[in-house]
């Protein structure tokens, strides 16, 4: 049986390097396309030597086709698209919208046009549950109104109507998947909206205090990235997925008082838990509705939180 080719944009993030895991051991012959804006080579390190991957240093904005000329005559066409490279801070995207079209939206765009021109067997596209807003419904449904409050949310949501019409009118097979709070080993803590487990990890494991934002009883639905990849890589390979965009949760709402003790018993860490004022915009309860998912893709989460948990408390005391 030949290898196929699966392109995965931002292939060297968080999310992205974990997915190019699962299809390396799954047979496939996979190409990165990355900036490493936020995506790290050190991500992929322990996949250097695969004859099975290709890493193209290219902003994806900027375009795929010169950059993915080299692989087409070197391997073989490409067969499949997980697009997961995208300007990943809400707050950036408020400061700067139109630098979030660009990055978020007309990107996506521009590669289901590269999906139809070349007869491309699948797109995947991660989507993510700040489409839904603010929204009245717990667990949500993906029938809920899409109310997003802000540009990297209507560029979201904007994309997956793309991925649609692209469906509809072009017969490119699609998925968009809508991932809720998602953590694991390789998450970067750096950033002030970093991921919160990355943040009380990073903190924790270094002892230092924690700070949960608000009284702490808003709750989170936190999915391992095991599980996502896996969610990903099914959709990918899927013959019979609706095309319809499907949450990818646990189902399982988690408080931020649960989550910082949680975290500090993963750890085994003294630090002290401290409160300051909400954010702005908090969102109260978000959890995922999963039975589209699980009769779509046939996925569902397999991952207990205290599970992952403890797995990312091993990576993030690996790091330090
Ligand atoms: C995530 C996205 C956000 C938007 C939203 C859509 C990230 C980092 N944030 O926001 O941009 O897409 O999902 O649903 O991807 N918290 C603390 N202490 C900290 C950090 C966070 O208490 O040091 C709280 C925070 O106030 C929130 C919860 O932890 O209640 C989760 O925070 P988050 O930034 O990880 O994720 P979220 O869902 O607020």
């Not at 949310?153 to 509809?168: F, N, T, V």
């Amino acid at each position: 049986m030949t290898q196929e080719l699966v392109v995965v944009t931002g292939g060297a993030g968080f999310i992205g390097s974990h997915t190019v895991d699962r299809l390396l051991e799954r047979g496939c012959r996979v190409v990165v396309l990355d900036n490493f804006s936020t995506g790290k080579r050190e991500n992929l390190d322990h996949r250097r030597d695969d004859e099975n991957l290709r890493i193209i240093e290219v902003n994806v904005a900027d375009g795929i086709w010169a950059a993915l000329s080299s692989v087409e005559q070197a391997w073989q066409p490409v067969d499949r698209i997980i697009h997961l490279a995208a300007q990943t801070a809400v707050v950036t995207s408020i400061v700067n919208p139109l630098d979030d079209i660009r990055s978020n939206y007309a990107t996506t765009v521009h590669l289901l046009e590269y999906a139809r021109c070349r007869g491309v067997k699948k797109v995947v596209f991660a989507s993510s549950a700040a489409v839904y807003g603010d929204v009245d419904e717990s667990p949500v449904r993906e029938t809920a109104p899409k109310v997003p409050l802000s540009p990297y949310g209507i560029d979201k949501l904007g994309s997956e109507m793309y991925l649609r019409y692209y469906a509809e009118v072009h017969g490119i097979p699609t998925n968009a998947l809508r991932f809720f709070n998602v953590y694991g080993p390789r998450q970067d803590p750096k950033s002030a909206y970093s991921g919160v487990i990355s943040i009380f990890m990073d903190r924790a494991s270094r002892g230092v205090g924690i700070t949960i934002f608000g009284d702490g009883e808003q709750t989170r639905d936190f999915v391992f990235v095991g599980d996502v990849s896996r969610a990903i890589v099914t959709a990918c390979f899927s013959e019979s997925a609706s095309r319809e965009p499907v949450n990818i949760g646990t189902g399982n709402e988690t408080t931020v008082n649960q989550l910082a003790q949680l975290v500090i018993d993963a750890i085994g860490s003294k630090s002290a838990i401290t409160h300051a004022p909400s954010r702005a915009g908090e969102i109260v309860r978000s959890c995922a509705d999963v039975g589209a998912a699980k009769a779509s893709l046939g996925f569902e989460a397999q991952i207990p939180i205290a599970d992952g948990l403890k797995q990312t408390a091993d990576w993030f005391q690996s790091q330090s």
